[in-house]
């Protein structure tokens, strides 16, 4: 898909930044919507089904993290990049918890908006060319389809957000291999987060809520203590208990 051929959907409230933003990524070639609150831009979302979210924090009638709740609730792989006017590690953090994939605090340069944007499209790109070799991951009860981003335990479908998914991906293609909170990070999210090993937590508690039948002790989805986390490796699969 060209750039030309991708739709990104903008939501913000300051017809100034909203009309600069639209600008500069039309230049890029991109096909741009715009909506200027929350309300307008969940029915755009639906109607248009754009390939990239843009999405201002403060916003009027429902704000961006509700707006990035909704759209999980539907989507799970559509990327979001949250923009706020706020600088506190608490917006960051809770943007990336929700599911955003990238943030931004304002105020920034349009260069550094226009290569994230480029380097959201190289990631999706890359993920969706590997999931082309159509390849099923199993151990034990669960299973993971790359060709689909399905993921079934014991036969039955697990709903998974974009970076959960990732996760899954990234510890059952490496069984046994430990992985720091902060290596995770960089894998997942990118060098932009470094320091918000909490949020991987917050997600690998979530993965483990969905695929273990006891979260509070882990089959699949190990702690390494002192270091962070890792995957079942095949001493470990009940087969061989």
Known sequence: MTESEKNILIVEDNTDLLN??????????YNIFTAQDGFAALDLFHNQQPDLVILDVMLPKMDGFDVCKSLR???QTTPI???TAKAEEVDKVLGLEIGADDYMTKPFSIRELIA???AIFR?????MNSEKVKKVLKFDDLALDTSKRKVTLAGESIELT???YDLLLLFFSNP???YSRDELLNYIWGYNFEGYSHTVNSHINRLRSKIETDPSDPHY?????????RFADSEESRQHA
């Open 162 to 164: 974009s970076k959960e």
């Open 176 to 178: 046994g291999k430990a």
């Open 221 to 229: 989805i190990r702690t390494v203590w002192g270091v962070g986390y």
């Open 73 to 75: 609730k539907k989507n």
């Open 20 to 29: 600069l933003l639209k600008i500069n990524l039309s230049d890029q070639g």
């Open 81 to 83: 990049l949250m923009l």
């Open 123 to 127: 990631r999706v790109h890359v993920n």
């Open 116 to 118: 994230r944007v480029k």
